[in-house]
T-cell receptor
Framework: DAGVIQSPRHEVTEMGQEVTLRCKPI?????LFWYRQTMMRGLELLIY????????DSGMPEDRFSAKMPNASFSTLKIQPSEPRDSAVYFC??????????????FGNGTRLTVT | SQQGEEDPQALSIQEGENATMNCSYK?????LQWYRQNSGRGLVHLIL?????REKHSGRLRVTLDTSKKSSSLLITASRAADTASYFC?????????FGKGTKLTVNP
């Protein structure tokens, strides 16, 4: 298996532009998570999906952020308009199961976003 | 807010020594997981310990869990330079996995 695939690996954009980050989870995994990592705040859970349905988006910082999962093999995280404080590494992760019998999360290599 | 808090924030040791990292958390959990992150890469799962388990081993890794103290420790024995990375604990509660800020481990050759 190729693992969780994220694209692009790096994104540099100007303030006010729209940014779309993409993720392909591991086939057969029912859960998909979007995290953001910064030095100041560490790893923050933004949103997660179960069977393509958003379950908890309480970590999405503001209305400028939106995430979709149109099918089991693809998810996007969109920022519109982007701001310099959105600069971070964004990770996608997938998992087979959660709860007491949870299986581990498998992470992609992240997208490093720089907003100037 | 972070559920788990790792201690220390940074640790520097010599190759061959043991490294111990601690994690404290605040609420009840289903399980606790440890992950490793090399610079510029995603996190990689190391070990999962469920709430009814007290100790678990995997190769040179030993994890303990004390639910009464809401704490866990990760021990890496006979460390190698290749173990240099950041290590995170993550608490699993109600489907959400919440990470601490990590311990940055440096193993000097």
């Amino acid at each position: 298996d190729a693992g969780v695939i994220q694209s692009p690996r790096h994104e540099v954009t100007e303030m006010g532009q729209e940014v779309t980050l993409r993720c392909k989870p591991i086939s057969g995994h029912d859960y998909l998570f979007w995290y953001r990592q910064t030095m100041m705040r560490g790893l923050e859970l933004l949103i997660y999906f179960n069977n393509n349905v958003p379950i908890d988006d309480s970590g999405m910082p503001e209305d400028r952020f939106s995430a979709k999962m149109p099918n089991a093999s693809f998810s996007t995280l969109k920022i519109q308009p982007s701001e310099p404080r959105d600069s971070a590494v964004y990770f996608c992760a997938s998992s087979f199961d959660r709860g007491y019998f949870a299986s581990p999360l498998h992470f992609g290599n992240g997208t490093r976003l720089t907003v100037t | 807010s972070q559920q788990g808090e790792e201690d220390p924030q940074a640790l520097s040791i010599q190759e061959g020594e043991n490294a111990t990292m601690n994690c404290s958390y605040k609420t009840s959990i289903n399980n606790l997981q440890w992950y490793r992150q090399n610079s510029g890469r995603g996190l990689v799962h190391l070990i999962l310990i469920r709430s009814n388990e007290r100790e678990k081993h995997s190769g040179r890794l030993r994890v303990t869990l004390d639910t009464s103290k809401k704490s866990s420790s990760l021990l890496i024995t006979a460390s190698r330079a290749a173990d240099t990375a950041s290590y995170f604990c993550a608490t699993d509660r109600n489907e959400k996995l919440v990470f601490g800020k990590g311990t940055k481990l440096t193993v000097n050759p």
